[in-house]
């Protein structure tokens, strides 16, 4: 069976990506093993749950979310026209208490120790949760190689793996045989990003865990 990832969560054209609601959706598909969701640092130091480094594409406004509160960027809807969603904190989703798997991903440029201290207040209080920790950014994952939780990189190719990480996310494309093998040596575990749709779906093994997308995008 197919060790599914839901990517930014379960959403379609009524529910949001990376929105409260499709992280709900997502853990309550048995479908499901976990969810993916984008985590930011807005202005005054909140975490919120949202891929782009705008809110231009996924909400009814506009902007740098690095530039905006939380009080806001609270105040645009993240849903759909006729489905009113709030960007949510982390801690929003963490709080849904999942024993499912959260793959959160850090996405930042030139805050990282902030991002780094902001995240491990945090997670403090959320340890006994199944928590995974990714980034592309190499300084964020050395600022949380001392954390107790799991740490990995995302890579496009087995070039760019490095070493001392707990696990891998990698590209579909970046995928080849070299690679599992390492992997495999290693006994580490390996995401593989982005799947999408079923028929995509099934040139891949039941060995991975596969970020998943069979997702319609919001009206926004």
Known sequence: MKKLIAHRGKYNN???????????????????????????????????????????????GSGHVND??????????????????????LEQILDINSKK????????????KKMVTCLLKVLEKYKYLNIY????????????????????????????????FDFWGIYKYGLNDKLLRKIKKMNKELFIWTVDGRQELEKFDDDYLIIFNENIKSDF
């Not at 598909?29 to 480094?53: A, F, M, P, Q, W």
């Not at 905006?68 to 709030?86: A, P, V």
């Open 68 to 89: 905006m509160t939380l009080k806001q960027l609270k105040k645009f809807n993240f849903g759909s026209k006729n489905f009113y969603q709030t960007i949510p904190t």
């Open 14 to 60: 009524i529910v949001g990506e990376n929105t409260y609601l499709s992280m709900v959706n997502a853990f309550n598909d048995v479908n499901y093993v976990g969810v993916e969701l984008d985590v930011r640092l807005t202005k005054d130091n909140y975490l919120v749950v949202i891929h782009d480094s705008t809110i231009n594409r996924t909400s009814n």
């Open 133 to 164: 920790i990714c980034s592309f950014n190499k300084k964020v994952l050395h600022l949380l190689k001392k954390s107790n939780f799991k740490i990995g990189k995302l890579i496009f190719t087995s070039w760019f793996m490095g070493k001392n």
């Open 101 to 112: 798997l959260y793959l959160i991903e850090l996405k930042c440029n030139n805050n990282e």
